[in-house]
């Protein structure tokens, strides 16, 4: 079963509002904040273009910027020289892929953002290095957007909210202002881990520089000087066609892992399972149990064999770099799974299937329970 979510927004009348009457909505709502004063939301202006009209104002140079990026991207990647030619360089991009995917996953997201194991100093240092070859935003404003999202998933306060369809959360959501409820709320998330944090605020503080460093230049410049390749091709492979790649991957957790998928865990949420995410994503595609068990160092209940990111979390854990991971026992996500889940679980699924259809009472789960456990057991 495939759900599909879609919602338009066809509320609104077209306004004449300006940049600056945006920052003085923005202002309002957060004075109302600052007063913790839980007052409704003023009604907000349109901002229209073209035919369309838009919650908060477009951020042009970010419309422009992206847009090159992937049309420069796109046209390089069907004229890319023979495969074969160039198959050093292919699977350096993979490597280097692979590393800011990491940075992602197992660093902004599992590490800084959701705390779900600890890491010793070598790792962390490992983490923002990675985190930098992924060239996104200041780690400060992914931590905070990402906590945002996972507290007030699918309003307007989260700030790729998927209930305003599947282009404002995969990146359209990058090309406009946040809307005022992702500032308000944002300001209420604890976020003293990541500011009194000596080495991330050293980090933040250069971020220009080594995301620049880390991102574009040396990793360009390292197959040049390592073997001869061309500098045209270095660059349009690492800074284009895998820079490009990283993002979208990262970006379809927000956009396809929220729309399209099975929902075993909380049926009751947008998050859902979704392989093909986890595949480019690193093992962030199992969503619906992210969102349900978002402690839990694996992002998914199974395996490793699409999470790539448990994998090499399991490595530093066997090396004594990460440590304390957390994750749920099998007995809580069984019962979350027979209370909340959408009865597609691999294991529990017919159960709770069987339940909705009144086929089995209490009793009677409890005993095909036990039988399941003793045949596990055998
Ligand atoms: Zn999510
Ligand atoms: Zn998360």
Redesign the pocket.
Known sequence: MITTITKIHTDGQAANATLNNYSDKVEKVELAAGNKQEKPLPSYDKYPFLIWEFETPIIWSNVIFITLWHLIAVYYFIHYPSILSKLPLVLYGCVIGGISGFGITGGAHRYFTHRTYKAKLPLKILLLISYAVAGQNQLFDWVRD?RV??KF?ESNADP?N?SRGFFFSHVGWLMMKKHPDVIRKGRTIDMSDITDDPLIQVYQKYWFWIKLAFCFIIPSAIPVYLYGEDWFWSIITICFIRYVISLNSTWA??SF??IWGYRPYDKRI??SENLAVSFFAMGEGY?NY??TFPWDYRAAELGTMLNVTTLWLNIFKSIGWAYDLKAPSGELIRKVVENNGDGTHYRWGHEVAEECEGAAGDEEVKEEEEEVEEKKEM
């Open positions: 990402h999202h996972h998933s790729h998927a957790v927000n892992a929220h947008f998050p969503h992210h969102h």
